[in-house]
């Protein structure tokens, strides 16, 4: 019984050392490309935004209770909501950042709620860092579906656009398709999302 209850043991310890494991970038998954979105009925819009993050350590083992931070303070104009809006996400404004700690499976599914800043300059490339318990684990290119921030999707957002689409650059925050240039697909996505309504409100407030 001793001998059962020592075996026990063990291995409670043993499961609580992977549950600190270290995150592998080789062997995790990250999106290529994101897009910060809007809400719909005070939630963040899951259907236009969210992704899914799979943590894994050098082992390629899941790592369970790992907090996933996707920051944007990089991204030029870019204004994260200061509210997640999305069930078990949370918000570090200082780095303007999303936090999500990983199931038993080493995952977590994330939606960004944010929006542009009309007039703010242009950008391209990855400029999302993503982190698990505090590994550096990638970059991803992102786009904002909600260039002006306010009233959800709607004239002004699409006419903010249509300047970047006429630029002649492949300006990053309106590459809604995550190929790298910019194009009339990245215009139907933009279109497909409004003519389902989705993200038809702007966060009600940002980080400073
Ligand atoms: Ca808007």
Redesign the pocket.
């Known amino acids: 019984m001793r001998r059962i209850a020592g075996w026990m043991a063990l291995n409670l310890l043993l499961g609580a050392g992977s549950a600190r494991a270290v995150p592998s970038a080789t062997n995790s998954h990250i999106p290529s490309h994101i897009l910060l979105v809007g809400r719909n009925a005070g939630l963040a819009d899951t259907s236009s935004g969210a992704f899914t993050i799979e943590v894994r350590d050098g082992a390629n083992n899941p790592v369970a209770n790992s907090v996933v931070e996707v920051r944007i303070l990089n991204c030029p104009g870019a204004r994260l909501s200061s509210q997640a809006y999305d069930a078990g996400s949370s918000i570090r404004c200082g780095t303007a950042g999303v936090l999500h700690t990983t199931n038993a499976l080493g995952l977590v599914r994330m939606t960004l709620v944010g929006a542009g800043t009309a007039g703010a300059p242009a950008g391209a490339g990855p400029c999302v860092q993503i982190f698990a318990s505090g590994v550096p684990l990638g970059n991803a290119t992102l786009a904002y579906l909600?260039?002006?921030?306010?009233?959800?999707?709607?004239s002004?957002?699409i006419s903010l656009f249509l300047t970047d689409l006429f630029s002649g650059e492949d300006i990053g925050r309106s590459d809604y398709d995550g190929s790298t240039t910019l194009s009339a697909n990245d215009l139907s996505v933009w279109l497909t999302v409004w003519g389902n309504s989705g993200s038809a409100e702007?966060a009600a407030s940002y980080c400073p």
């Open positions: 909600d260039m002006d921030g306010s009233s959800g999707l709607g002004q957002d702007s």
